[in-house]
Structure formats: structure tokens, C-alpha cells
């Protein structure tokens, strides 16, 4: 079975610190996701990745970065974190879409105080 | 530009009788639909898919129906069981796209 990793299940930070959520997959996909979970809003994507040190924005990119270094390791970076950024993030990997779609991990329940 | 809506933000059904969750598109370029189930504090898993190919796939108590003139799914689930209680999530995609489109999520509670 596919693992996708999430460092943290928790986090609290401060306004204004840079956050850095790691994810990690041991199945040699291509493809890697972040998105964010919000009541109302679904899960809107935030980057992706579709090979190494490729990255494309998704949906709501802004006040986020990505750095995808090695092919199992996809990290999501806020600079400078706020308030609104308070949220449900979750990281998800594939190998090709299709029928198949996704392998999400445990999720990441991040408050910025 | 909302390309797959979930349009009941919540449903409610009792313990045994039959839940329908419904799903609209509106890119008549997708092919595969997907539902994932979600319970909180947890990321989702993945339940049941189908092509646009075919108009009904079933698994055990899950039953996704497809019908692309209508460009709507849903997923029906019988009969119903209290740890079918979470936000379900429909999504889309087409051949050779990288990534999935979500709705909003439905919250199902099945009340015993």
C-alpha cells in the first residue's frame, strides 16, 4: 500500500513565522499535491508537483511556496504566516490520475495564532 | 469557476435505509469521477471510481451512477451504517490530466 507521510497532525504557530509542512510517499509517484480543507470550500489545491524540482501553482498559491528537492519529499512553506491561513492541510501523491486518483495522507491541522 | 459542485452541504439518514449523494460537473471533457470519504482529523481515502465509459459501478454497499447527458453522479450507499458518517467528496478528472477537481463535500450523519 501507498504511504503518504505528514510530519505533524498538529501545529500551532505564530503570526508572521515561516511554516514548513513536509510530506513524504514511498511509492515512487510523480505526481504530488497540496491542498487546504476549509468548512464550505472543499479541499482547494495549493501546488503541485509533477516531477522534481517542477512545481505549478494551483487554485490559491498565494502567501505559499513548495520545494520538491527529491521525487518522495514535497514540502509546502508559508513565508510569513496569518491568521487566515489557519486550516486543514493535506498532502496527497499519484502516480497517474485517472481511476485511480489519489493517496492522501493523515492531514495536517495547522492554527496560526 | 466551480466545475464540480456538491450542491447539499449536509445530509441526514437514519441507520439501515438508503443515502444518495449527488454531484454536478460542468466539463463535458472529464472522464474518470472519483469519491473519496473523509472522517475529521483524518486525510481522505479513496472509495469508489467510475469511467465515463460505463453508467454504474458497484462495490459491496457503494453503487456510483454516472449519467453524462445529465452531466451528474451519485453515490448510493445500502443500506446505510453509522461509520458511513463523514464528508464525502466527488471529483473529476480527464485522460492525461494531473490532477483531480473536487466539490465542496457532503457531510452524511447516519443516525442510529
Known amino acids: 500500500d501507498v504511504k503518504v507521510t505528514q510530519s505533524s497532525r498538529y501545529l500551532v504557530k505564530r503570526t508572521g513565522e515561516k511554516v514548513f509542512l513536509e510530506c513524504v510517499q514511498d511509492m515512487d509517484h510523480e505526481n504530488m499535491f497540496w491542498y487546504r480543507q476549509d468548512p464550505g470550500l472543499g479541499l482547494r489545491l495549493i501546488y503541485f508537483s509533477y516531477d522534481v524540482k517542477m512545481k505549478e501553482k494551483g487554485d490559491i498559491p498565494e502567501g505559499y511556496s513548495v520545494s520538491r528537492e527529491k521525487k518522495e519529499r514535497f514540502s509546502l512553506i508559508l513565508e510569513s504566516a496569518s491568521t487566515n491561513q489557519t486550516s486543514m492541510y493535506l498532502c496527497?501523491?499519484?502516480?497517474?490520475?485517472?481511476?485511480?486518483?489519489?493517496?492522501f495522507g493523515s492531514g495536517t491541522r495547522l492554527t496560526v495564532v | 469557476d466551480q466545475q464540480v459542485k456538491q450542491n447539499s452541504p449536509s445530509l441526514s439518514v437514519q441507520e439501515g435505509r438508503i443515502s444518495i449523494l449527488n454531484c454536478d460537473y460542468t466539463?463535458?471533457?472529464?472522464?474518470?469521477f472519483l469519491w473519496y470519504k473523509k472522517y475529521p482529523a483524518e486525510g481522505p481515502t479513496f472509495l469508489i471510481s467510475i469511467s465515463s465509459i460505463k453508467d454504474k459501478n458497484e462495490d459491496g454497499r457503494f453503487t456510483v451512477f454516472l449519467n453524462k447527458s445529465a452531466k451528474h453522479l451519485s453515490l448510493h450507499i445500502v443500506p446505510s451504517q453509522p461509520g458511513d458518517s463523514a464528508v464525502y467528496f466527488c471529483?473529476?478528472?480527464?485522460?492525461?490530466?494531473?490532477?483531480?477537481?473536487f466539490g465542496q463535500g457532503t457531510r452524511l450523519t447516519i443516525n442510529p
Open positions: 466539463n463535458s471533457m472529464f472522464d474518470y
Open positions: 471529483a473529476a478528472t480527464a485522460a492525461g490530466a494531473q490532477k483531480l477537481v
Open positions: 496527497a501523491s499519484s502516480l497517474r490520475v485517472g481511476l485511480d486518483g489519489y493517496t
